[in-house]
């Protein structure tokens, strides 16, 4: 089992840059593939973008390409989410989640086994 713990949320204006942590307990967290989740008030969970266990596969989803780039370092038992270009749009509390199974991380929340309890994130115009 994994506990994940997210931290660097916060206010920022559009147009700045947030980067988010997760941190996990435990000594194998190089065998997870990581997601990183979000959610909007009144909107359902959406997949923000994932890493695989050694860093070699990201994938991000279309609304974040080009702004959003997720790292791992697996020695200090963490996963990034650095946000650039931040959007009033971009609002919501994000969750990292772990998934122990899969090798190129899921665009599908049910895939994951494990999720920290979220930050929020509020861009303001």
């Known amino acids: 089992q994994v506990q994940l713990v997210e931290s660097g949320g916060g206010l920022v204006q559009a147009g700045g840059s947030l980067r988010l942590s997760c941190a996990a307990s435990g000594r194998t967290f190089s065998t997870y593939t990581m997601g990183w989740f979000r959610q909007a008030p009144g909107k359902e969970r959406e997949f923000v973008g994932g890493?695989?266990?050694?860093?070699?596969?990201?994938v991000y989803a279309d609304s974040v390409k080009g702004r959003f780039t997720i790292s791992r370092d697996n020695a200090k038992n963490t996963v990034y989410l650095q946000m650039n270009s931040l959007k009033p749009d971009d609002t919501a509390v994000y969750y990292c989640a772990a998934d122990r199974n899969r090798v190129r991380p899921a665009s599908w929340d049910g895939e994951y086994d494990y999720w920290g309890q979220g930050t929020q994130v509020t861009v303001s115009s």
């Open positions: 890493i695989s266990r050694n860093g070699g596969i990201t």
